[in-house]
């Protein structure tokens, strides 16, 4: 970190100027994968330093593979995933896909004929790309493909059956084509094999915190939690553990909408320790075992394990506009029965009485509607050398709530007067002047912060930035000193602002007076 001359502040403060270089970024795609199982290879391969891959599917329940790959991001340097059927030993009949330290681009190739670089990139790109953390002095990059991406040009994989995967590194950029050959000790192979792949998409999304039933019954629990679907509805999800101990046992979840010590006016949904379903029943018009199926299944099965105990997990939405279910809107208290027994769902006949049953009323939650600004850092804390008595600037890296790539700024300067101010200007070049900074300022007296478009020249901000992408997080003062935080997006997509790109030196003002 380079410091720069001193030069005049506005008000009679001070400005220094600092060229920072931003050492970590999270970037997140907008692919959507969910885990079934995961395996680590750690390499003793070049710059590769652990492989994990994981089976599983994509937002539409195809099957696919995933992997991450932690590699050295202190030079220039690429890497890249081969998948092979054969066993092989070179570069021939592998399907490659190749990334580098400097940029988030995946570039699938055709598969190979010969050893060396890749030749053709594919017409079909099935790399899809999930996130990149770069840490210095190492990267962890995710994506994902099919397992059947349909592509005459790859290497279709299966679940159970065992592949090849290999993978090597080297200097020099894919993004740029100026990789070179990778060194023999830097390249290796793997016979793998991805476990069977039953899990389904990951539809539904968590908005609060799980309600935890205490059931007071052993081997019986219960979790409720809110959340919205995959089209944003407002649905409710159970979590369902019983006891499995004969060759099917059943459970079954009742939802109603008054307090009842019976079965009548329950909206039930039941499921067993053997089969791979859940099944939504009518409303019960009296006790007994549901009769008729509902028509329009609601029900719908997120995962399923068993062994002594099964578990099951299902979620349904508040308004499934079916007459055969019970409705639910935020705030309404329901009544929630469940109960267990021996049986298959699917064959009423086979249905026990429970052997054991429970129920409780339930506060139906609504989701926040907007994710409240916050910052999550991905980086240690870097100290601006400023210079000044009683002035100090820390910032880090790291995400929005949104994930977004963010940078987040504490200040702590002197507030000896009624009133004292300080601002942080962000630029892309090194200039003794305010002009072509990015300005962002805040007082001792307020709980805000203001964002002013690009200066265009020397003096006082004279123009708030229409767009304010400055988020306060807070301040504080302690004695004559005062503390402020605040952090904005890398990139803001405001024309009045100045982007942060990763890797790129940035020029970092910074001031303070009276005012």
Same mark, same amino acid.
């Given at each position: 970190?380079?410091?720069?001359? *001193? #030069?005049?502040?506005?008000?009679?403060?001070?400005?220094?100027?600092?060229? /920072? =270089?931003?050492?970590? %970024?999270?970037?997140? +795609?907008?692919?959507?994968?969910?885990?079934?199982?995961?395996?680590?290879?750690?390499?003793?391969?070049?710059?590769?330093?652990?492989?994990?891959?994981?089976?599983?599917?994509?937002?539409?329940?195809?099957?696919?593979?995933?992997?991450?790959?932690?590699?050295?991001?202190?030079?220039?340097?690429?890497?890249?995933?081969?998948?092979?059927?054969?066993?092989?030993?070179?570069?021939?009949?592998?399907?490659?896909?190749?990334?580098?330290?400097?940029?988030?681009?995946?570039?699938?190739?055709?598969?190979?004929?010969?050893?060396?670089?890749?030749?053709?990139?594919?017409?079909?790109?099935? *790399? #899809?790309?999930?996130?990149?953390?770069?840490?210095?002095?190492?990267?962890? /990059? =995710?994506?994902?493909? %099919?397992?059947?991406? +349909?592509?005459?040009?790859?290497?279709?994989?299966?679940?159970?059956?065992?592949?090849?995967?290999?993978?090597?590194?080297?200097?020099?950029?894919?993004?740029?084509?100026?990789?070179?050959?990778?060194?023999?000790?830097?390249?290796?192979?793997?016979?793998?094999?991805?476990?069977?792949?039953?899990?389904?998409?990951?539809?539904?999304?968590?908005?609060?915190?799980?309600?935890?039933?205490?059931?007071?019954?052993?081997?019986?629990?219960?979790?409720?939690?809110?959340?919205?679907?995959?089209?944003?509805?407002?649905?409710?999800?159970?979590?369902?553990?019983?006891?499995?101990?004969?060759?099917?046992?059943?459970?079954?979840?009742?939802?109603?909408?008054?307090?009842?010590?019976?079965?009548?006016?329950?909206?039930?949904?039941?499921?067993?320790?053997?089969?791979?379903?859940?099944?939504?029943?009518?409303?019960?018009?009296?006790?007994?075992?549901?009769?008729?199926?509902?028509?329009?299944?609601?029900?719908?099965?997120?995962?399923?394990?068993?062994?002594?105990?099964?578990?099951?997990?299902?979620?349904?939405?508040?308004?499934?506009?079916?007459?055969?279910?019970?409705?639910?809107?935020?705030?309404?208290?329901?009544?929630?029965?469940?109960?267990?027994?021996?049986?298959?769902?699917?064959?009423?006949?086979?249905?026990?009485?429970?052997?054991?049953?429970?129920?409780?009323?339930?506060?139906?939650?609504?989701?926040?509607?907007?994710?409240?600004?916050?910052?999550?850092?991905?980086?240690?804390?870097?100290?601006?050398?400023?210079?000044?008595?009683?002035?100090?600037?820390?910032?880090?890296?790291?995400?929005?709530?949104?994930?977004?790539?963010?940078?987040?700024?504490?200040?702590?300067?002197?507030?000896?007067?009624?009133?004292?101010?300080?601002?942080?200007?962000?630029?892309?070049?090194?200039?003794?002047?305010?002009?072509?900074?990015?300005?962002?300022?805040?007082?001792?007296?307020?709980?805000?912060?203001?964002?002013?478009?690009?200066?265009?020249?020397?003096?006082?901000?004279?123009?708030?930035?229409?767009?304010?992408?400055?988020?306060?997080?807070?301040?504080?003062?302690?004695?004559?000193?005062?503390?402020?935080?605040?952090?904005?997006?890398?990139?803001?997509?405001?024309?009045?602002?100045?982007?942060?790109?990763?890797?790129?030196?940035?020029?970092?003002?910074?001031?303070?007076?009276?005012?």
């Amino acid at each position: 970190m380079k410091n720069f001359k *001193a #030069v005049p502040g506005p008000g009679g403060g001070y400005t220094h100027l600092v060229a /920072l =270089v931003i050492c970590c %970024l999270v970037c997140v +795609g907008e692919g959507g994968f969910t885990s079934c199982s995961s395996d680590v290879i750690t390499p003793v391969a070049g710059d590769i330093s652990e492989i994990v891959y994981e089976g599983g599917v994509d937002e539409n329940g195809e099957k696919a593979i995933q992997l991450t790959i932690t590699f050295s991001a202190a030079t220039s340097t690429y890497a890249g995933i081969g998948f092979q059927n054969a066993i092989g030993t070179g570069m021939s009949e592998l399907d490659i896909y190749a990334f580098d330290s400097e940029s988030i681009e995946i570039q699938d190739f055709n598969i190979a004929t010969r050893n060396g670089k890749p030749g053709l990139l594919d017409t079909q790109q099935d *790399a #899809v790309f999930v996130s990149s953390l770069t840490t210095l002095p190492s990267r962890q /990059l =995710v994506f994902y493909r %099919l397992l059947t991406t +349909g592509d005459t040009n790859d290497v279709q994989l299966s679940d159970n059956v065992e592949f090849t995967l290999a993978y090597a590194s080297g200097p020099g950029l894919v993004s740029t084509s100026s990789w070179q050959p990778h060194q023999p000790l830097s390249a290796k192979r793997e016979r793998v094999t991805l476990p069977s792949i039953t899990c389904s998409a990951d539809v539904f999304v968590p908005c609060l915190p799980p309600f935890v039933v205490n059931t007071g019954i052993t081997d019986v629990e219960l979790e409720i939690v809110v959340g919205n679907d995959a089209a944003s509805d407002p649905a409710i999800q159970f979590t369902v553990t019983f006891p499995s101990y004969n060759p099917i046992d059943y459970a079954a979840i009742g939802i109603g909408i008054s307090n009842t010590s019976s079965m009548s006016g329950l909206d039930i949904y039941a499921f067993d320790s053997e089969s791979l379903a859940i099944r939504d029943f009518q409303i019960l018009s009296g006790n007994g075992k549901p009769v008729a199926a509902d028509i329009q299944q609601d029900g719908v099965l997120l995962e399923q394990d068993s062994a002594n105990t099964s578990t099951v997990v299902f979620y349904r939405k508040y308004d499934t506009s079916d007459l055969n279910d019970v409705q639910l809107k935020p705030n309404d208290t329901i009544f929630i029965a469940y109960a267990a027994g021996k049986g298959s769902v699917f064959n009423l006949q086979t249905w026990s009485k429970h052997d054991v049953t429970g129920s409780l009323n339930y506060t139906v939650p609504s989701c926040p509607s907007v994710s409240p600004p916050s910052f999550t850092s991905c980086s240690s804390i870097v100290s601006v050398p400023t210079g000044i008595n009683d002035f100090d600037i820390n910032y880090e890296v790291g995400v929005d709530e949104l994930t977004n790539p963010a940078i987040q700024f504490t200040v702590t300067f002197p507030s000896d007067n009624p009133i004292d101010y300080a601002a942080i200007g962000i630029g892309i070049s090194n200039t003794s002047s305010m002009s072509g900074l990015d300005i962002y300022a805040f007082d001792s007296n307020s709980s805000d912060v203001m964002d002013f478009n690009i200066a265009s020249g020397n003096g006082k901000p004279t123009v708030a930035d229409t767009q304010q992408d400055g988020l306060f997080v807070s301040s504080s003062v302690v004695g004559n000193k005062t503390t402020a935080v605040f952090y904005r997006k890398l990139d803001t997509l405001d024309v009045n602002d100045v982007e942060v790109t990763f890797g790129n030196s940035l020029i970092f003002a910074f001031a303070f007076g009276e005012g």
